[in-house]
Each structure stands twice: as C-alpha cells, then as structure tokens.
C-alpha cells in the first residue's frame, strides 16, 4: 500500500516532468501543473487517495505563492498608472455585472441570485495571471502595471462587494430593515477603509529617494550625509560587514550585489529619482547600467570616478552625469580657502580703518 509520503513523492516527481516539458515546449508551469491534476485527480486516473494532506498542501502552495506574488508587486506602479487601471478595472467590473445580472434573469433565477453569479462572473485570478507575468518578467512593462493594476481594483471591487451581498443576504430572508442594512454596510466600509488607510500610512514601505550603490568610504558618507539632510536612502553593497556596521547608524542598507540583474529587481526603483554608484571600476558600472536599463528605470543616474581616466570612460555612456570627488574636493577647498581670506582682509581692513 502506498503511504501518504509515497504519494507525495510520485506526484512532485510527475509534476516536475511534466513541467520540464511544458518548460521545453515554452508553455507556463502553472498550466503543466494543472494538467497534472486533472490527470491525478478523482476525474482520471484517481490516483490520489490522501485528499486531505493533497487539500492542506495545496493550502500553502497558495499562500506561499502569494507571498511571492506580493514580494513582486510595488503599489508605486499602480499609483503612476492609476486612472488606466481605474478606467479598464471599474469598466469591465460594470460590464460584465449588468450583462451578466439580466442574462441569468433571462434563465428564469431570482434578482439575487442574479446579482451573485453577475458578481462572480466579474473576477479574474490575480494569483495566476501575475505570477505568468512575473515568470516572463513582464510586471515592469507598460502592460504588465496596466494589467497589475487592474487586478487591484478587481480585488478591492470584491472585498466591498462580498460586504455589500452578505448585508443583501438579509434582505432576501427579509430578516433585517432597510436602515439597519445602510448602517451595517457603511459600518464595514468605513472599517475598511480605515484599515487601508493605516496598511498604507504605516505598513508599506515609504518612497526611496536615492539609491546609492557601494558603500565605500565615498558612498557611506554620502548616503549618511543625504539621510542627514532628510532624504530617504537606500544604501547597496556587497560587504556583509559594511552594511551591518551602516545598519547599526540607522541607515536603510541592503546586502547585495549590485551587478546581478535579479538582485536589481527586487530592489524599489520605481518612482526613484537618483540612483548614485559609487562602484569601484567601470566594468562594475557599465553592468549596473545594464541592469537598470533592463529594468526600465527611468530615473536620473550618476556615477563616481576615481580618476580622470575613468571620468572620461564614464562620460560616454548614455543619460549619465559622472561625479569626480578629487575635482569636487579641490574646487570646494579652493573657494573655501578663498573665502577665509576675503574674510580676513576685510577684517584687516576693518581694523585699520578703527584704529585710524
């Protein structure tokens, strides 16, 4: 008799090669694991008989890619793309509702029941249709937010909606007043909207303001000094070390390496104005600006050279500014040296003319 855990095994070992094909044949994962299922399930082969483990693990299957899902999403986008994703999520929601509400009112059901299929013909599934953009690392392209953003608007749509059906469940059973109702739904929408209020005011990270990569000498004092002056930063290294002893001073500082494409997009560069690097070398540059690009930042970028070699290297690539802090320091301490001397041949001056 096969145990529980044989059947797990069996079916992990067919899922990952029917998804190796389906990888092969450049088809998503997510349908060569829902071919497995049919083909396992009670509707086929009926080769699953620990239905409850099967239930229990796709539980956290779920909740685990949801928590990936949301990893991925940055709700900065959906902001910049708001109205599209307002116009295109509440137009297909009203659509799709009032068609569907007088087409089963034709197939002879009540209003209600009416209303909940037109509700529930309305939604689509998040969870599949981000995580197939994000495999195709579409979420940063102009339909992949478009599309994010949609689905958000779907989302909230159906929490409100399900508050507003389960009030309107009373009124088919005629067990509550048309007063007690309006207080009810209004009682949960303020709720939530009060929650989302705070989820948004205190839980979501806040805007970057400036990324700084590399956090030498040169780039630890200038994200401290940027912090100091109220920006919020976002320091980058590869030294485990450095970003232990930057964190401990209250710096927001992430251990990574900043020429790895993946390590990049994770990162919050939405909406981000400056990203500053401050990596040693220009091939270190030249594959962060890679990077970047790749993923569509549209921010302003500059880069720190050590010499004027390198400076010259640097002013050749596109769309960025090259910061010299040998030219910079020398200019800095001559006009500061220059304007102590003003200062003390004034006060010279000064002096003479009182003792005349």
């Not at 083909?39 to 299957?61: E, R, T, Y």
């Not at 700084?212 to 002056?229: C, M, N, S």
């Not at 690009?293 to 640097?314: D, K, P, T």
Request: hydrophobic fraction near 55%.
């Amino acid at each position: 008799m096969i145990t529980s855990y044989q059947e797990f095994a069996l079916l992990l070992m067919l899922s990952a090669v029917v998804g190796a094909i389906a990888v092969r044949l450049r088809q998503p994962l997510l349908m060569a694991y829902i071919i497995v299922g049919i083909l396992v399930g009670p509707s086929v082969f009926g080769w699953v008989g620990a239905h409850d483990q099967i239930d229990l693990l796709a539980q956290i299957g779920i909740t685990v890619l949801l928590f990936v899902v949301g990893l991925k999403l940055d709700l900065r986008h959906v902001r910049q793309i708001g109205p599209v994703a307002l116009a295109t999520g509440l137009g297909q929601l009203g659509f799709t509702i009032l068609f569907g509400f007088f087409i089963i009112l034709a197939l002879g059901r009540g209003w209600l029941d009416a209303l909940y299929v037109a509700v529930a013909l309305t939604f689509s599934s998040t969870i599949i249709i981000v995580k197939l953009l994000s495999d195709k690392r579409e979420l940063e392209s102009l339909h992949g937010r478009i599309a994010v953003g949609f689905l958000i608007v779907q989302d909230l749509a159906v929490v409100i909606a399900m508050m507003v059906m389960s009030g309107l469940g009373g009124i088919g059973g005629e067990a509550v007043s048309g007063l007690t109702l309006t207080l009810n739904l209004l009682a949960r929408l303020g709720g939530a909207a009060i929650l989302l209020f705070i989820l948004m005011r205190f839980v979501l990270p806040r805007v970057v303001d400036t990324l700084v990569f590399g956090l030498g000498r040169y780039g630890a004092r200038l994200a401290q000094k940027l912090r100091e002056r109220g920006m919020r930063v976002l320091g980058v290294d590869f030294d485990p070390e450095v970003i232990k002893a930057l964190q401990l001073t209250g710096l927001d500082a992430r251990f990574g390496d900043c020429e790895a494409s993946d390590f990049v997009e994770s990162l919050p560069l939405a909406g981000v104005p400056w990203v500053v690097s401050s990596l040693p070398g220009t091939a270190a540059n030249h594959a962060l600006l890679h990077a970047l690009s790749e993923h569509h930042f549209s921010g302003r970028i500059a880069m720190v050279a050590r010499h004027e070699a390198e400076a010259q290297a640097l002013n050749g690539l596109p769309n960025v500014e090259v910061i010299l802090p040998i030219n910079q320091a020398a200019d800095f301490a001559a006009l500061d040296i220059a304007a102590r001397i003003a200062i003390a041949e004034t006060a010279e001056v000064t002096k003479d003319k009182e003792s005349s």
